[in-house]
DNA sequence: ACCTATTTTTAGACAAGTCTAAATATTTTA
DNA sequence: TAAAATATTTAGACTTGTCTAAAAATAGGT
């Protein structure tokens, strides 16, 4: 199955976002992930279901199909062992490497990534710490972060929230945070473990009430 | 000045096309180069002419601007770094590292090549001898050479005709070799030194007279 | 249950890069 | 130098992936 570029995009960003939504994800969410329109998202949608990629139902969201989570994991395989050949063998920070990382992912050869792991001598994390899946696509995951444990300089993604209440999420809502949303931590405050982040719209402190309740993925 | 890989691919044909024809390339050779119809050739030299990346005039044939030269000097950097990287790092043999490259050559970065080159403590040649141009754009051209003088088992591009006499061009087009043909030196006769070569269309047996006299590039 | 707000999908359009077929230049040949 | 052959360009169409605007479906609030 040869993918496009933008296919390959699709289909990681569906599989990032599967994990906080019980595997069904919204075309909202995707188009917000990927910075297009949501009708955009239904027509690339349509054609991964033709091509057996992902299960859509009109109106239902999409989950990805064996075969398409398989290909997603490939591609997160292959993002994190560049990540980790631009930080240990070319001298990159560990900040840096991800532009680079989501091209060099696209890069097609049957042989390529294998070699690159072999050099790179079978890391099992990368820069990040995120697992590296196998050449079968086994992936050990690690279990979800609080917000709370995200420590100065690291960004991450908001991928879930513990308390689900209403006044929760309309407060999420005031801060213009949603699923998706990327964050930065900038500092944290130890006498009330309140931290200072940036959003996409600004910065804002947040309260360790706060911070412990949002599930988080670093990136 | 950002370039779509299929733009960064036209410039890199037209530069190597360049050397031959006294820097004035035709449209259906860059069509043979790139395998497109002369049709879409000549829409996209359109946009590069526009962009200034090209000299253009109707029916001319084409010419690499000073911009145009230093970006196809830039991506012939990159194309050969990367296969150092595949055959010294990865284990690649020299005949496998093509088709990678022209994949690798397109990743953007202002950074990612100078650390790349710099890992591979800064070779000067490419796996198969080709210079590598420096940051600024120098490239130490080793000259031409003939046919005739290389090795069994290596491949060239046909990019000049030393005896231009009619009788000779006409030979080749019987042989069905042209200005950008590729050759591949499967064996030489000693004796008579004959060279057996496969071209897109066959194995053929070719004098010394003619070999003596086609410029090639190897590849 | 119904009305409203939100989400999702559809329809039509656009840009990049390609193609075929036809028209126009150039080059070759005689 | 004029006809024939070849090379190049134009015109119109197609594909991929995107967008806007409008229509349809779902979800929420009372």
Redesign the pocket.
Known sequence: ML?????E??LKAIYSLAYANSNK???????AA??????????????LADKDLVH???????SLTEVGQKIAVEIVRKHRLWEVFLVNKLNYNWDEVHELAEQLEHIKSETLIDKLEAFLEFPKHDPHGDPIPDKNGNIEHHKNMMLSSVENGESCVVIGIKDSS?PFLKFLDKLQIQLGSNLKVVSKESFDNSMLIETATGSISISNQISKNLFVKKI
């Open positions: 993918l496009s570029q933008t296919e995009n699709y994800v919204s075309t909202t969410l995707i188009s990927l910075k297009t329109k949501a009708s955009s998202v239904t027509d690339m949608i349509k054609k859509y139902k009109k109106y239902q969201g999409v209403d």
